[in-house]
């Protein structure tokens, strides 16, 4: 059974760069696409981006200039930076995996709630 | 980028009713088009892809069906389990984006 599991820190002030990272177990890491979505408290959700292989990364592109992916196999960890956060930015993060280009979200990590406050 | 309109935004049924969410794209988006479950406090869960493929333990009671723009999700015979909120969501260009979400409530 694949899983995912979120972490990294819960509240992050303004100005700064959210840094999240989701660890994947239960099958390989390779020949996926490693996505991040966000959904602000009561909204809808948002896709941030995906890294695949190390060499193909997607952006939002209302998020590209403060996004960064990567992806380290060896760890079978992959990682959002996020910077320059404001309130607006203040979300429940989930890390996913999409089966392949265009398809779907198969499995998703439980999510982790980023405030952004000072 | 594409945007997805889901209607109704909130419905309320009964155990046993038949619904039907509708989702519309602003642009033909082909067959990359998934719906999702999601409860409150927790992660979304895939139900259906490529329009209607039925995801791995999904009940039969949820289906998919369209082409092009415009997409349905019936849920045959509501459960109990069923109260929740439903995303569309499109894979065919970039950003990938989600409809606004319809949440199922008791009526």
């Known amino acids: 059974q694949v899983q995912l599991q979120e972490s990294g820190p819960g509240l992050v002030k303004p100005s700064e760069t959210l840094s999240l990272t989701c660890t994947v177990s239960?099958?390989?890491?390779?020949?996926?696409?490693w996505t991040w979505i966000r959904q602000p408290p009561g909204k809808g959700l948002e896709w941030i981006g995906y890294?695949?292989?190390?060499?193909?990364?997607k952006y939002n592109p209302s998020l590209k200039s403060r996004v960064t992916l990567s992806l380290d196999t060896s760890r079978r960890q992959f990682s959002l930076n996020l910077s320059s956060v404001t309130a607006a930015d203040t979300a429940v993060y989930y890390c996913?995996?999409?089966?392949?280009?265009?398809?779907?979200?198969?499995?998703w990590g439980q999510g982790t709630l980023v405030t952004v406050s000072s | 980028d594409i945007q997805m309109t889901q209607s109704p935004s909130s419905v309320s049924a009964s155990v046993g009713d038949r619904v039907t969410i509708t989702c519309r794209a602003s642009?033909?988006?082909?067959?990359?088009l998934a719906w999702y479950q999601q409860k409150p406090g927790k992660a979304p869960k895939l139900l259906i892809y490529a329009v209607s493929s039925l995801h791995s333990g999904v009940p039969s009671r949820f289906s998919g069906s369209g082409s092009g723009t415009d997409f349905t999700l019936t849920i045959s015979s509501l459960q109990p389990e069923d109260f929740a909120t439903y995303y569309c969501?499109?894979?065919?260009?970039?950003?990938?984006?989600f409809g606004q979400g319809t949440k199922l409530e008791i009526k």
């Open positions: 969501q499109q894979g065919a260009s970039f950003p990938y984006t």
């Open positions: 890294i695949y292989n190390s060499g193909i990364i």
């Open positions: 239960g099958d390989s890491i390779n020949g996926y696409y």
């Open positions: 996913a995996r999409e089966k392949g280009r265009g398809d779907s979200l198969d499995y």
């Open positions: 642009q033909g988006i082909s067959s990359w």
